[in-house]
């Protein structure tokens, strides 16, 4: 609580110490009238011989001029008046000092006469304070003095006094704030001037000082530092004619401008009702709103409203609007040619297939059974059953059926037109059967062929082959010699002359993967020495000594008599899966797995003077026709393509290829379509084997 | 071999291009400078055609500049402007810093301010130039105008724009070059020919916007500064081709009868009003010279040979079509009910030739009352109407608006009041052979040709009919791959039931079709003959085709979908 009391105390001395600054600052407001007032009281017999009035004023207390006295020094001088206002305290002559310097010492401050002001014994404690408060009934209205170190009471002016000044009222009771005010400068001319006071010498020399300032302002404006102020320039919204004289000239520095594109014209579903077909369903809306912003087909989705009036504010105007600006000025340009063809000029003008006949286009004949490929004499398939079955094509009736005791996985007709050979691939074994279908001479040749053998064949010996005669029943069938191989023949191929017969056994690691047998002589040989890569198929040059080996890549041509490779072409495949040798010998068609089918002409590159990407799936094989200018390619999806080839002498002038025809017909089965394809040697049709046990010939 | 080893990326297509960084150094502008300097200057990236090349080897997103525009920026004297406004700012802040008003006062009076005319001049170097760029501008004109008066910006930037649209209106009133409108959902699209020029704007609904945090307007104040200088000078040039004053003025009738009213003082300030006049759109515009009337400027006949005959004969057709068109609501009263969007409809109308008012309180400008009895429509935009004129017709807003598309004035039956609108479709679509066309639209176009609409029954009827045309036509398109498929599979059906012997049937040779199925066979081979690329284009431009014709299909089905639904709605009403 005491705690309490002194704050309380405190404050009200900080109160009082406004009270008097307020005292101070109103003292100079209302000097004049007091002064008036108060003067003719004190300074009346003064009045006379003064120029200068020192005015004493008294705050009317109970202890007379104790408590503040204001030196008003007025000094009159030449009819204008300067007030002074010096508030003292003319008991302690310490003056305005913080009173706590005399803290340590027992006075206070000094008199008038230079005596020491002591302080009053204070023996009051707390306690004393306390019972004070608590019994003297003046004390809310005693204020401690530090100037004197005494406690004043207050009178009942004096708190009254501090009251109207902390209300902000004015600190004598009888002042009118509100007395109608004196004008001395009135709107009326006067007879006698205010003043009489001549006029300074200041007033009419030009300033010193304003010239100093003018001259440095003209300064700064020559030297532009500072603009005098512009003229409203309201030049934003006056227009005139930009364009009155133009000039072309100015149009060759934009080049390489390329005007922005326009924004799209609106379509029928931006319309606030648009037809019923434009509007999403609940998918599409579904699907809109799944999908990212930039998927969408479009960036809003359409409304209907039955009227106009319903019609709300667009929510994206404005993004709209703002990408369009960015797009303005962000977004790279680049001149695009738009290709605006007509797909139908796309389209290379081909020699109608109609000109280039014949060729074969209707499947005039099939016939069932397990068949993996086919060679044309009279017409010879094999099959998976052990069999090779002979056909007559004219009457389309099976000849012959042998049964070789295992399945055949390629088999060829003799070339030679005198002589009538079959050589099958069977697992290792080639077999060169003499089915005795052709008339006597024929037979009779083939016999002395065969004979040739018989004599040649004791002197040589060929260590992984071995050649032996077929006997018994084989013989009976018409198997007349058996050539043993140490692995499974993939492919035996004849030469154009009828007297050689190249077999291909892949392997990787091992050279021995082609031989070439001479059938005369029963002598067989291994041409290369060396591997060089999976070895697919093989094919003798039809008139010159050379010898055809595709392996997966590309396809070696080696000469047979130097004995040395002569070109190697890149079939830009990757892996080769058939080869055929054009009748003239200057063309090689090559198929692959991966769909394509090559064209080399010998004469121009190593790599394909075409390829053409006709088939779906891998190409099984392929056949030139040995007269008419055309070849075949079958493919796993079930179709043969045949394809007009002219080949010209005139060696400037590069071949001629049309696709004539899609043979449809194998059903595809084990994703197996046709698996072999060959032409008849006379005529043009073609016959072909599929996956699906059938061998159609198409005429 | 003698000379230094030549280095990488210093000649070719490198030398040309420079990256937006490199750029924004040479110039020596901050990036929000380089910005605005490329919208005033028009200034775009290019995509070189070889990137990587250009990029020095990497493959870094970059942006690339022509080199020569950036040269071309180093002389702007509008750099200079803003390196002056970048010290007024710094002055400024300094200024206040110090608390020296004065200088404030005298900074501010002295902010540096900059003109675009010469980049309008330059960017533009003819007028047509300009006009065929003034699609962006009166876009964002138009948007501006709408803006309300505080915050995002100036309020004299929203007052020039509101102006010069407002004086773009009335040039296209004047010179009656509206040729197409549509209401969309975002706005109404307005095409007009201006000298020879289409130029389409989109005005927004007249809503205030709700200002999006992600759009940043200083990029948009930049173009718009840019866009009102170039509108200005179009306009001036536009309104003195047709002998108009510039700054516009009303005809000195009209001011008179305006003044008559003499209740402007309701509507606004003294110094906007004369705007909110020339924005009532109601009154024609003072010419320099007052002339009667103008003189329709006749095709002067040539002697020309036969081929150009027709083409003349074509164009007079059409020239002749254009002035119908323009005559389109001349001596017709239009009354415009308060909740209608007014500005449009009375641009509309006005542009047509149509007298146009409006009630007093809407807008400045009526002309005449809601009991004028010579008011031949009035367009309403509510369910009902309690007091109804027997000698006007009542219609919804649409009616005018597609009456423009269609060139013609539509049967009002349709657009009476309470009546379902039929779609309101957009005149910007032309329809080639091929795509789908809406049922409504055929019906215009019939109506175009001056054929009288049928009754209803047979109008479905007819539809129905157009429906079997069109999807028979689609067979059409189709019938080449079906043919073949059709044919493969009877081959290969035959070969596989061959094999039972049965009864043969009589194979009709159909000489038209085995001649079609030769064609086709043959087509697919040539197909099969294709170099690598041009087969890769070819089959871009059928998997095209082939969806658009996909997208045609779904349209026609959902149409039919909805039609079904809705007669059968119609018959369990019945």
């Given at each position: 609580?005491?705690?309490?009391e002194?704050?309380?105390?405190?404050?009200?001395?900080?109160?009082?110490?406004?009270?008097?600054?307020?005292?101070e600052?109103?003292?100079s407001?209302?000097a004049?009238d007091?002064e008036?007032?108060e003067?003719?009281?004190?300074?009346?017999?003064?009045?006379?011989?003064?120029?200068?009035?020192?005015?004493?004023?008294?705050c009317?207390?109970?202890k007379?001029?104790?408590?503040?006295?204001?030196v008003?020094?007025?000094?009159?001088?030449g009819?204008?008046?300067?007030d002074?206002v010096?508030?003292?305290?003319?008991r302690?002559?310490?003056g305005?000092?913080?009173m706590?310097?005399?803290?340590?010492?027992?006075?206070?401050g000094?008199?008038?006469?230079?005596?020491?002001?002591y302080?009053?014994?204070r023996?009051?404690?707390?306690?004393?304070?306390?019972?004070d408060?608590?019994e003297?009934?003046d004390?809310?209205?005693?204020?401690?003095?530090k100037?004197t170190?005494?406690?004043i009471?207050?009178?009942?002016e004096?708190v009254a006094?501090?009251?109207?000044?902390?209300?902000?009222?004015?600190?004598?009771?009888?002042?009118?704030?509100?007395?109608?005010?004196?004008?001395?400068?009135?709107?009326?001319?006067?007879?006698h001037?205010?003043?009489?006071?001549?006029?300074?010498?200041?007033?009419?020399?030009?300033s010193?000082?304003?010239k100093?300032?003018v001259?440095?302002?003209?300064?700064?404006?020559?030297?532009?530092?500072i603009?005098?102020?512009?003229?409203?320039?309201?030049?934003?919204?006056?227009y005139?004619?930009?364009?009155a004289?133009e000039?072309?000239s100015?149009l060759?520095k934009?080049?390489?401008?390329?005007?922005?594109?326009?924004?799209p014209?609106?379509?029928?579903?931006?319309?606030?009702?648009?037809?019923?077909e434009?509007l999403?369903?609940?998918?599409?809306?579904?699907?809109?709103?799944?999908q990212?912003?930039?998927?969408?087909?479009?960036p809003?989705?359409?409304?209907?409203?039955?009227?106009l009036?319903?019609?709300?504010a667009?929510?994206?105007?404005?993004?709209?609007r703002?990408?369009r600006?960015?797009?303005?000025?962000?977004?790279?340009?680049?001149r695009?040619?738009r290709?605006?063809?007509?797909?139908?000029?796309?389209?290379?003008?081909?020699?109608k297939?109609k000109?280039?006949?014949?060729f074969p286009?209707t499947?005039?004949?099939?016939?069932?059974?397990?068949?993996?490929?086919?060679?044309?004499?009279s017409?010879?398939?094999l099959?998976?059953d052990?069999?090779v079955?002979?056909?007559?094509?004219r009457?389309?009736?099976c000849?012959?059926?042998v049964?070789?005791?295992?399945a055949?996985?390629s088999?060829?007709?003799?070339?030679?037109?005198?002589?009538?050979?079959?050589a099958?691939?069977?697992?290792s074994?080639?077999?060169?059967?003499?089915?005795s279908?052709a008339?006597?001479?024929?037979?009779l040749?083939t016999?002395r062929?065969?004979?040739?053998?018989?004599?040649?064949?004791?002197?040589?010996e060929?260590?992984?082959?071995?050649w032996?005669?077929?006997?018994?029943?084989?013989?009976?069938?018409?198997?007349?010699?058996?050539?043993?191989?140490?692995?499974?023949?993939?492919?035996?191929t004849?030469?154009?002359?009828?007297?050689?017969?190249?077999?291909?056994?892949?392997?990787?690691?091992?050279?021995l993967?082609?031989?070439?047998?001479?059938?005369?002589?029963?002598?067989s040989?291994?041409?290369?020495r060396?591997?060089?890569g999976?070895?697919?198929?093989?094919?003798f040059?039809?008139v010159?000594?050379?010898?055809f080996?595709g392996?997966?890549?590309?396809?070696?041509?080696?000469?047979l008599?130097?004995?040395?490779?002569?070109?190697?072409l890149?079939?830009?495949?990757?892996?080769?899966?058939?080869?055929?040798v054009h009748?003239?010998?200057?063309?090689?068609?090559?198929?692959?797995?991966?769909?394509r089918?090559?064209w080399?002409?010998?004469?121009?590159?190593?790599?394909?003077?075409k390829?053409?990407?006709?088939?779906?799936?891998?190409?099984?094989?392929?056949?030139?026709?040995?007269?008419?200018?055309?070849?075949?390619?079958?493919?796993?999806?079930?179709s043969v393509?045949?394809c007009?080839?002219t080949?010209?002498?005139?060696l400037?002038?590069?071949?001629?290829i049309?696709?004539v025809?899609v043979l449809?017909?194998?059903?595809?089965?084990?994703?197996?379509?046709?698996?072999?394809?060959t032409?008849h040697p006379?005529?043009?049709?073609?016959?072909?084997?599929g996956?699906?046990?059938?061998?159609?010939?198409?005429? | 071999?003698?000379?230094?080893?030549k280095?990488?990326y210093?000649?070719?297509?490198?030398?040309?291009y420079?990256?937006?960084?490199?750029?924004?150094?040479?110039?020596?502008?901050?990036?929000?400078?380089?910005?605005?300097?490329?919208?005033?200057?028009?200034?775009y990236p290019h995509?070189?055609?070889?990137?990587?090349?250009?990029?020095?080897g990497?493959?870094?997103?970059?942006?690339f500049?022509?080199?020569?525009?950036?040269?071309?920026?180093?002389?702007?004297?509008?750099?200079?402007k803003?390196r002056?406004?970048?010290?007024?700012v710094?002055k400024?802040?300094?200024?206040?810093g110090?608390?020296?008003?004065?200088a404030?006062?005298?900074?501010?009076?002295?902010?540096?301010a900059?003109k675009?005319?010469?980049?309008?001049?330059?960017?533009?170097?003819?007028?047509i130039?300009?006009?065929?760029?003034?699609?962006?501008?009166?876009?964002?004109?138009?948007?501006?105008?709408?803006f309300?008066?505080t915050g995002?910006?100036?309020v004299?930037t929203?007052?020039l724009?509101r102006?010069?649209?407002?004086?773009?209106?009335?040039?296209?009133i004047?010179?009656?070059?509206l040729?197409?409108?549509?209401i969309?959902?975002k706005?109404?699209?307005y095409q007009a020919?201006?000298?020879?020029?289409?130029?389409?704007?989109?005005?927004?609904?007249?809503f205030?916007h709700?200002?999006?945090?992600?759009?940043?307007?200083?990029?948009?104040?930049t173009f718009?500064?840019?866009?009102?200088t170039?509108?200005?000078?179009i306009?001036?040039?536009?309104?003195?081709?047709?002998?108009?004053?510039?700054?516009?003025?009303?005809?000195?009738k009209?001011?008179?009868?305006l003044?008559?009213?003499?209740?402007?003082?309701?509507?606004?300030?003294?110094?906007?009003?004369?705007l909110e006049?020339?924005?009532?759109?109601?009154?024609?515009?003072?010419?320099v010279?007052?002339?009667?009337?103008?003189?329709?400027a006749?095709?002067?006949k040539?002697?020309?040979?036969?081929?150009?005959?027709?083409?003349?004969?074509?164009?007079?057709?059409?020239?002749?079509?254009?002035?119908a068109?323009?005559?389109?609501?001349?001596?017709?009263?239009?009354?415009?009910?308060?909740e209608?969007?007014?500005?449009s409809?009375?641009?509309l109308?006005?542009?047509?030739?149509?007298?146009?008012?409006?009630?007093?309180?809407v807008?400045i400008?009526?002309?005449?009352e809601?009991?004028?009895?010579?008011?031949?429509?009035?367009?309403?935009?509510r369910?009902?109407i309690?007091?109804?004129?027997i000698?006007?017709y009542?219609?919804?807003?649409?009616?005018?608006y597609?009456?423009?598309n269609?060139?013609?004035l539509?049967?009002v039956?349709?657009?009476?009041l309470?009546?379902?609108?039929?779609?309101h479709?957009s005149p910007?679509?032309?329809?080639?052979?091929?795509?789908?066309?809406p049922?409504?639209?055929l019906k215009?176009?019939?109506?175009?040709?001056?054929?009288?609409?049928?009754?209803?029954e047979?109008?479905e009827?007819?539809?129905?009919?157009?429906?079997?045309?069109e999807?028979?036509e689609?067979e059409?398109?189709?019938?080449?791959?079906?043919?073949?498929?059709?044919?493969?599979?009877?081959?290969s059906?035959?070969?596989?039931?061959?094999?039972?012997?049965?009864?043969?049937?009589v194979?009709?040779?159909?000489?038209?079709r085995?001649?079609?199925?030769e064609k086709?066979?043959?087509?697919?081979l040539?197909?099969?003959?294709?170099?690598?690329?041009?087969?890769?284009?070819?089959?871009?431009?059928?998997?095209?085709?082939?969806?658009?014709?996909?997208?045609?299909?779904?349209?026609?089905?959902?149409?039919?979908?909805?039609?079904?639904a809705?007669?059968?709605k119609?018959?369990t009403?019945?």
């Amino acid at each position: 609580k005491e705690e309490e009391e002194t704050k309380e105390e405190e404050d009200l001395s900080d109160s009082e110490d406004s009270v008097f600054s307020g005292l101070e600052d109103s003292g100079s407001d209302s000097a004049d009238d007091d002064e008036e007032e108060e003067g003719s009281d004190h300074k009346g017999p003064e009045k006379d011989d003064l120029k200068f009035v020192c005015t004493i004023m008294t705050c009317s207390n109970p202890k007379g001029c104790n408590l503040f006295d204001s030196v008003q020094t007025s000094a009159v001088y030449g009819g204008s008046i300067h007030d002074v206002v010096v508030l003292q305290d003319i008991r302690n002559t310490v003056g305005n000092i913080p009173m706590e310097w005399y803290k340590d010492f027992p006075h206070i401050g000094y008199n008038l006469d230079g005596k020491k002001i002591y302080k009053p014994i204070r023996n009051k404690d707390e306690l004393d304070d306390f019972l004070d408060k608590m019994e003297d009934p003046d004390y809310w209205r005693t204020v401690h003095d530090k100037q004197t170190g005494s406690d004043i009471v207050l009178s009942d002016e004096q708190v009254a006094l501090v009251n109207r000044l902390q209300r902000g009222q004015f600190g004598d009771v009888n002042f009118n704030e509100y007395q109608p005010q004196v004008e001395f400068f009135s709107q009326d001319v006067m007879l006698h001037p205010v003043t009489n006071r001549p006029a300074d010498k200041r007033s009419f020399i030009p300033s010193l000082i304003e010239k100093e300032k003018v001259s440095k302002l003209v300064h700064a404006i020559k030297m532009g530092w500072i603009k005098p102020r512009r003229t409203e320039d309201d030049s934003r919204g006056r227009y005139y004619d930009l364009w009155a004289n133009e000039d072309s000239s100015i149009l060759a520095k934009h080049k390489m401008h390329l005007p922005a594109p326009k924004a799209p014209l609106p379509g029928h579903q931006e319309s606030y009702n648009p037809p019923p077909e434009y509007l999403f369903t609940d998918e599409e809306r579904a699907l809109w709103e799944q999908q990212d912003a930039s998927d969408r087909k479009l960036p809003f989705v359409p409304r209907k409203f039955s009227s106009l009036r319903q019609v709300p504010a667009f929510p994206r105007f404005l993004h709209e609007r703002f990408e369009r600006c960015l797009d303005l000025y962000l977004c790279p340009r680049q001149r695009k040619m738009r290709v605006n063809v007509n797909p139908e000029d796309l389209i290379p003008k081909l020699p109608k297939p109609k000109d280039l006949q014949p060729f074969p286009t209707t499947q005039s004949l099939w016939s069932g059974s397990l068949y993996q490929c086919v060679s044309i004499r009279s017409m010879a398939g094999l099959s998976d059953d052990g069999t090779v079955r002979f056909w007559e094509v004219r009457s389309s009736r099976c000849m012959r059926t042998v049964q070789v005791g295992g399945a055949v996985k390629s088999i060829a007709w003799n070339p030679n037109p005198l002589v009538c050979l079959l050589a099958v691939a069977r697992d290792s074994v080639v077999l060169i059967l003499s089915p005795s279908l052709a008339d006597r001479q024929v037979v009779l040749s083939t016999e002395r062929l065969l004979s040739g053998q018989r004599e040649a064949e004791s002197t040589e010996e060929v260590g992984p082959v071995t050649w032996s005669d077929a006997e018994g029943e084989e013989l009976s069938q018409g198997i007349t010699l058996k050539i043993q191989h140490p692995k499974a023949v993939h492919q035996v191929t004849w030469h154009a002359k009828g007297d050689y017969l190249a077999s291909v056994m892949p392997d990787h690691s091992s050279h021995l993967q082609v031989f070439i047998h001479q059938v005369s002589r029963r002598r067989s040989q291994n041409p290369f020495r060396k591997n060089k890569g999976l070895v697919q198929c093989v094919s003798f040059h039809p008139v010159r000594p050379y010898f055809f080996v595709g392996t997966q890549r590309s396809v070696r041509i080696y000469n047979l008599v130097k004995q040395e490779m002569t070109k190697k072409l890149q079939a830009n495949s990757k892996w080769i899966s058939s080869m055929a040798v054009h009748p003239g010998g200057d063309h090689v068609i090559c198929g692959s797995y991966d769909c394509r089918l090559s064209w080399f002409d010998l004469d121009l590159s190593t790599k394909p003077y075409k390829m053409l990407r006709h088939h779906k799936k891998a190409v099984r094989s392929v056949a030139y026709h040995r007269l008419y200018p055309l070849f075949a390619s079958a493919s796993d999806d079930g179709s043969v393509i045949v394809c007009h080839g002219t080949v010209y002498s005139d060696l400037l002038q590069n071949p001629l290829i049309v696709p004539v025809k899609v043979l449809r017909g194998h059903v595809i089965t084990h994703d197996l379509g046709v698996l072999d394809v060959t032409f008849h040697p006379t005529q043009p049709w073609i016959f072909s084997s599929g996956a699906d046990a059938t061998i159609r010939l198409f005429t | 071999m003698g000379g230094l080893q030549k280095k990488k990326y210093e000649r070719g297509s490198v030398t040309n291009y420079i990256t937006r960084n490199k750029a924004r150094k040479k110039l020596q502008l901050s990036l929000p400078d380089f910005r605005r300097l490329c919208i005033l200057k028009g200034i775009y990236p290019h995509e070189p055609k070889h990137k990587k090349k250009v990029n020095k080897g990497s493959t870094a997103p970059r942006t690339f500049y022509l080199l020569k525009d950036i040269r071309f920026l180093l002389h702007e004297p509008i750099v200079g402007k803003f390196r002056d406004y970048k010290v007024f700012v710094r002055k400024l802040k300094k200024a206040y810093g110090k608390t020296e008003w004065t200088a404030v006062e005298r900074l501010k009076e002295n902010k540096p301010a900059y003109k675009l005319d010469h980049i309008v001049k330059e960017r533009y170097p003819s007028f047509i130039d300009a006009l065929r760029d003034i699609d962006d501008a009166l876009c964002m004109g138009f948007l501006f105008s709408t803006f309300a008066r505080t915050g995002k910006c100036h309020v004299e930037t929203i007052q020039l724009c509101r102006r010069l649209t407002v004086e773009w209106m009335n040039y296209v009133i004047a010179s009656r070059s509206l040729r197409k409108v549509f209401i969309s959902i975002k706005g109404i699209y307005y095409q007009a020919e201006v000298m020879g020029q289409l130029t389409t704007w989109l005005v927004p609904y007249q809503f205030s916007h709700d200002h999006p945090t992600d759009v940043d307007y200083r990029v948009m104040a930049t173009f718009t500064e840019l866009y009102t200088t170039l509108l200005g000078f179009i306009n001036f040039r536009l309104y003195h081709s047709l002998n108009l004053l510039y700054p516009p003025k009303l005809d000195i009738k009209a001011e008179s009868e305006l003044k008559e009213e003499g209740d402007d003082d309701d509507y606004a300030m003294n110094s906007e009003c004369y705007l909110e006049k020339l924005s009532a759109l109601s009154t024609s515009l003072a010419r320099v010279v007052s002339t009667a009337e103008d003189e329709e400027a006749q095709l002067d006949k040539f002697p020309v040979e036969e081929e150009d005959l027709e083409k003349m004969e074509a164009r007079e057709m059409e020239q002749k079509q254009l002035e119908a068109h323009k005559k389109l609501f001349e001596g017709l009263k239009f009354f415009l009910n308060r909740e209608v969007p007014r500005e449009s409809l009375a641009f509309l109308i006005r542009c047509f030739g149509g007298e146009v008012s409006w009630d007093k309180s809407v807008c400045i400008g009526s002309a005449y009352e809601v009991t004028d009895e010579t008011i031949t429509h009035q367009i309403v935009d509510r369910p009902n109407i309690d007091k109804q004129y027997i000698n006007r017709y009542y219609i919804q807003p649409q009616w005018v608006y597609d009456c423009v598309n269609a060139k013609i004035l539509l049967p009002v039956e349709d657009y009476f009041l309470g009546v379902t609108l039929p779609p309101h479709l957009s005149p910007f679509v032309e329809e080639k052979e091929g795509d789908y066309v809406p049922p409504e639209k055929l019906k215009i176009m019939a109506l175009q040709r001056g054929e009288k609409p049928a009754h209803e029954e047979e109008e479905e009827e007819e539809e129905e009919e157009e429906d079997d045309d069109e999807e028979e036509e689609e067979e059409d398109d189709e019938v080449e791959e079906k043919n073949l498929k059709k044919l493969e599979e009877q081959r290969s059906q035959g070969k596989s039931l061959s094999v039972k012997v049965t009864a043969g049937k009589v194979k009709v040779n159909n000489p038209a079709r085995m001649e079609q199925d030769e064609k086709a066979e043959e087509k697919r081979l040539a197909i099969m003959m294709m170099k690598k690329k041009e087969k890769y284009l070819y089959d871009k431009i059928m998997f095209g085709k082939k969806r658009k014709i996909r997208e045609t299909n779904k349209l026609t089905a959902k149409r039919k979908a909805h039609d079904d639904a809705e007669k059968s709605k119609k018959k369990t009403r019945k």
